[in-house]
T-cell receptor, first 115, second 110 residues
Framework: DTGVSQNPRHKITKRGQNVTFRCDPI?????LYWYRQTLGQGPEFLTY????????KSRLLSDRFSAERPKGSFSTLEIQRTEQGDSAMYLC?????????????FGSGTRLTVV | QKEVEQDPGPLSVPEGAIVSLNCTYS??????FMWYRQYSRKGPELLMY????GNKEDGRFTAQVDKSSKYISLFIRDSQPSDSATYLC??????????FGTGTKLQVIP
């Protein structure tokens, strides 16, 4: 198992374009989370899935953001009509329900720059 | 007021020093307390995990939780240059959504 994998590592896009990020969790983990981290701040929760069901969304997740986890495996996070304020590191994490927070494992993130 | 408060530093110490990192929080529902280490341009890595109040030791690292004061600490003994990173405190009410502090940037000088 190679841990949580995120692609791409870096993305530069023009304002107004759509972008999509992918997260492949640890294979046996049934929960998957998306966080956003801006410079000098800690990660902020965006949304999480248990298997394929999206169970909670933060108010940070505006209607331009959508996340999916088809078949309960990998997940995608799409941002439509990107704005400069969307520039951040987008982190994915996964965990096992039975082990809870101690099994929380983060990927290396996708760094988005909107120009 | 943020739910979790953490001094952003930076904190600079000589190699071999004992480092003390702290966070305060306001949400009484938090039951699980974690410390993560984050190197530049990498994801956070779990260092210490504690349930409820008490101490936990793992090698050079000791985590303390005082729920009555809503205060948590991480101590690093015999600090090494490789410990230079940002340290994030984090906590959860058991519903697996984790709330993070802003992180403290630590530099250990050889």
């Amino acid at each position: 198992d190679t841990g949580v994998s995120q692609n791409p590592r870096h993305k530069i896009t023009k304002r107004g374009q759509n972008v999509t990020f992918r997260c492949d969790p640890i294979s046996e983990h049934n929960r998957l989370y998306w966080y956003r981290q801006t410079l000098g701040q800690g990660p902020e929760f965006l949304t999480y899935f248990q298997n394929e069901a999206q169970l909670e969304k933060s108010r940070l997740l505006s209607d331009r953001f959508s996340a999916e986890r088809p078949k309960g495996s990998f997940s995608t996070l799409e941002i439509q009509r990107t704005e400069q304020g969307d520039s951040a590191m987008y982190l994915c994490a996964s965990s096992l329900i039975d082990l809870g927070e101690q099994s929380y494992t983060f990927g290396s993130g996708t760094r988005l720059t909107v120009v | 007021q943020k739910e979790v408060e953490q001094d952003p530093g930076p904190l600079s110490v000589p190699e071999g020093a004992i480092v003390s990192l702290n966070c305060t929080y306001s949400n009484s529902a938090f039951q699980y307390f974690m410390w993560y280490r984050q190197y530049s341009r990498k994801g956070p890595e779990l260092l210490m995990y504690t349930y409820s109040s008490g101490n936990k030791e793992d090698g050079r690292f000791t985590a303390q939780v005082d729920k009555s004061s809503k205060y948590i600490s991480l101590f690093i003994r015999d600090s090494q240059p490789s410990d230079s990173a940002t340290y994030l405190c984090a906590m959860s009410g058991g519903y697996q959504k984790v709330t993070f502090g802003t992180g403290t940037k630590l530099q250990v000088i050889p």
